[in-house]
């Protein structure tokens, strides 16, 4: 009964114990599992804070420096939008410089396209353009354009005698007199190939065409650059020759240099050191 008694009660104490162990355990488990749910929920919410700040300063950031590359390529104005200390930032601002640089050779490789490397005027290329521009302009305003085609009389005595250098001086001199007799911003001069040069003068009739011829002609007189050779006077001449017409939309530009150009010949066989106009033949008849 002693034996019994004993082991009864030992057993009563092997099964609290038990208990007192699984309760603890399943507090400590609780405990774990709530701490391990605290845990995760803290690692979401700090994926999620990754993502929200890669999707802010990265993604996003890249969006808008696509954006410029498109817009650059495209040829469409933008605005840097990108601020910041960052290396997208920096790659956004060396873009932007390498941009403005291939900008300025741009411009710097069409105006050497567009003049000639001598004299440094407009080139024949500028000329079939500009030409063409004022054309349609001219004929939608029905305005009157004149064109003034030049060449410099007895050149190749000049350049045979006094030679290449100071021909190509010579040249240099010459346009900067053509230059300076133009005094509207929207006249135009070029080099029209050899020692022939000519003018296109918008919104000018014939009295304002010769006026211009006159003044040409008279300007070189007086810087008188001496051309010993010449059979026509001493020193460096040009001969003139001027058309004016209002476009009517299907005249070319090539026949309008050649209208100018059957007055120079003109002006070249009455002898030199002259304009001439352009008469139609309707208007000789």
């Known amino acids: 009964e002693d034996y019994v008694a004993q082991l009864s009660l030992l057993t009563n104490e092997t099964e609290q114990n038990i208990t007192l162990q699984v309760a603890t355990s399943v507090v400590d488990m609780k405990e774990q599992t709530q701490l391990i749910r605290l845990i995760l929920i803290g690692g979401v919410v700090f994926l999620l804070a990754i993502v929200i700040l890669f999707q802010q300063r990265i993604l996003k950031r890249i969006r808008i420096f696509n954006y410029m590359l498109r817009s650059e390529t495209q040829g469409a104005e933008y605005r840097t939008l990108l601020n910041g200390n960052d290396e997208i930032t920096d790659l956004a601002e060396a873009f932007e410089e390498f941009t403005q640089t291939i900008a300025i050779q741009k411009n710097k490789l069409e105006?050497?396209?567009?003049?000639?490397?001598?004299?440094?005027?407009?080139?024949?290329?500028a000329l079939d353009i500009r030409?063409?521009?004022d054309i349609e302009l001219s004929s939608r305003q029905k305005s009157s354009i004149a064109i003034l085609l030049?060449?410099?009389d007895c050149f190749k005595l000049y350049n045979d005698n006094y030679g290449h250098i100071a021909g190509d001086q010579c040249l240099k001199d010459i346009s900067k007199v053509i230059c300076e007799s133009l005094h509207r911003d929207s006249d135009f001069v070029a080099r029209?190939?050899?020692?022939?040069?000519i003018c296109v003068?918008?919104?000018?009739?014939?009295?304002?065409?010769?006026?211009?011829?006159?003044?040409?002609?008279?300007?070189?007189?007086?810087?008188?650059?001496?051309h010993k050779h010449s059979n026509v006077a001493n020193y460096v001449t040009m001969s003139i020759g001027i058309t004016t017409l209002i476009p009517d939309g299907v005249i070319t530009a090539e026949a309008i240099i050649s209208q100018a150009d059957t007055a120079l010949y003109v002006a070249k066989g009455s002898g030199k050191n002259a304009y001439s106009l352009y008469i139609p033949a309707k208007s000789m008849n």
């Open 192 to 197: 029209y190939g050899g020692e022939e040069f």
């Open 150 to 152: 030049m060449d410099i």
């Open 111 to 125: 105006h050497l396209s567009m003049s000639d490397a001598l004299t440094g005027i407009a080139n024949r290329r």
């Open 131 to 133: 030409l063409k521009h």
């Open 201 to 226: 003068l918008p919104d000018t009739n014939s009295k304002g065409a010769q006026e211009i011829a006159t003044h040409i002609i008279e300007k070189l007189k007086h810087s008188a650059r001496p």
